[in-house]
């Protein structure tokens, strides 16, 4: 058996997939530790893992992301996912570089799994591999990797790869890196140098092709081609985020099984629910008049602070997603990734309001896909949702397409390939360090 330590940054939706894996991996019956957020301990422990704590800035609690990022809402569009990443997963490297540095000197072990937006292990992607254990990451966001068939990472755009759009792609990309993250790019090479490695010789965002082996956590089906993707990116599949679990299903669950009305689904997660009248309540008053049943997941907020409910909602703070969503005929969602993913492994079709981190580049994703409307905003007016909710029960196409989508989630043995990619890179290794130099 063998010694594995896993990374995530303390955020629920990059930390769920590590913890699913570090439980799969447990279960074989190696010893895996979890580098991650304090709060993280107790699921960590319970996956039968090891938890071990980051320290400084890199250990914040998501849940008052408001306090982490207090000059968020003073940016807009590509600039608010600039200060995002400023922010979130460039500033904290030294502390995240510190704490691996530390946990493979402790655990020694023959790899290292980390979330893609885990930039701590950049520094030591930048080392000779012979000086480190291989490093894996498994992409819980969209991936983001430059490309002439796609737009930059963040703008929300679909891919393009005519020679009219490779055009439009090449200019993008270099107003972006060049101009528009340049103060980005600046940052993480000051940092970068700050741990004694040189700056970095390509684009910020496009570290995945750094790593000894890239796991996108999603189906082929639901990320843009690139012919020039980078020989280390594999699709792998979807892994779930744990099902929200209430103490008991709410008292009106039965309502779910009427066959004369369809079922629509709303939540803004567990992270962006301060306020309900982002998307919320636009889809209570676009909803109220039809006939459908409206289910609302408040992600753990008081049911008490959506209001007055339409006569045709039902609300609970948390639901059991794997036994939701097959009785769902359409999910409005902020467009977090793993909710995505949850909702279309089931065949469910989306209607994407997703306006910052990821969740454009989910958005405009689901739309491309056709497996959803993309309202190309965080905060729509209740007629836009109504009319993107009446367009997928109207056009069985989303539906059709979304459950063609769940047969191909549902063809990959996600954790089985996860192991068999450690157990092929740690091989690789254990032949480098064997084989005479010259």
């Not at 058996?1 to 894996?21: F, K």
């Not at 992301?65 to 608010?80: I, Q, T, Y």
């Not at 970068?192 to 956590?217: H, M, N, Y």
Request: proline share 8%; net charge negative; glycine share 8%.
């Amino acid at each position: 058996m063998s010694t594995y330590l896993l990374c995530a940054n303390p955020i629920q939706g990059h930390v769920g997939p590590i913890v699913a894996i570090a439980r799969d991996l447990a279960a074989r019956g190696h010893d895996v530790a979890v580098l991650t957020g304090s709060r993280f301990r107790a699921s960590v422990e319970e996956a039968g893992a090891r938890h071990l704590p980051l320290g400084g800035l890199a250990d914040y609690d998501d849940r008052q992301m408001h306090d982490h990022l207090p000059e968020r809402d003073r940016h807009r569009g590509v600039a608010k996912l600039e200060y995002d990443i400023q922010t979130v997963f460039i500033r904290p490297i030294p502390d995240q570089t510190r704490a691996l540095e530390e946990a493979i000197a402790q655990l020694s072990p023959d790899a290292v799994i980390v979330e893609a937006a885990f930039a701590g292990a950049v520094p030591l992607l930048l080392d000779d591999p012979t000086s480190r254990p291989p490093i894996i990451a498994v992409g819980v966001v969209p991936l983001s990797q430059s490309s002439t068939d796609v737009a930059p990472y963040g703008l929300g755009l679909r891919p393009n790869a005519s020679p009219a759009g490779r055009l439009r792609n090449r200019a993008l990309n270099l107003l972006v890196q060049r101009v528009v993250f340049r103060r980005t790019q600046r940052l993480a090479d000051d940092v970068l140098r700050s741990l004694g490695r040189p700056a970095l010789d390509a684009f910020v965002l496009d570290f995945s092709r750094r790593f000894d082996r890239f796991l996108q956590l999603s189906a082929a089906e639901f990320e843009y081609p690139r012919h020039d993707l980078s020989p280390n990116v594999r699709f792998a599949g979807t892994v779930l985020p744990p099902a929200p679990v209430a103490a008991a299903l709410p008292t009106w669950w039965d309502e779910l099984d009427r066959a004369d009305r369809p079922v629509v689904h709303v939540t803004q997660g567990t992270i962006d629910n301060r306020d309900f009248g982002r998307l919320v309540r636009p889809t209570l008053d676009a909803l109220a008049d039809l006939d459908v049943l409206v289910v609302v997941s408040t992600g753990g907020r008081p049911v008490a602070e959506l209001g007055e409910l339409p006569a045709n909602a039902r609300a609970a703070e948390f639901l059991p997603y794997d036994l939701l969503f097959p009785k769902t005929d359409v999910f409005v969602t902020n467009a977090g990734f793993g909710g995505t993913q949850y909702a279309l492994s089931f065949g469910v079709p989306i209607v994407a309001a997703g306006e910052t981190e990821d969740k454009p580049e989910v958005s405009a994703r689901a739309e491309w896909a056709g497996v959803g409307v993309n309202l190309r905003t965080g905060t729509p007016t209740p007629r836009a949702v109504g009319d993107a909710v009446a367009r997928i029960l109207a056009d069985r196409d989303y539906r059709d397409r979304a459950r063609a989508l769940a047969r191909a989630i549902a063809g990959y043995d996600t954790f089985e390939l996860i192991a068999e990619e450690l157990e092929a890179q740690v091989a690789a290794a254990r032949l480098r360090l064997q084989t005479p130099v010259g």
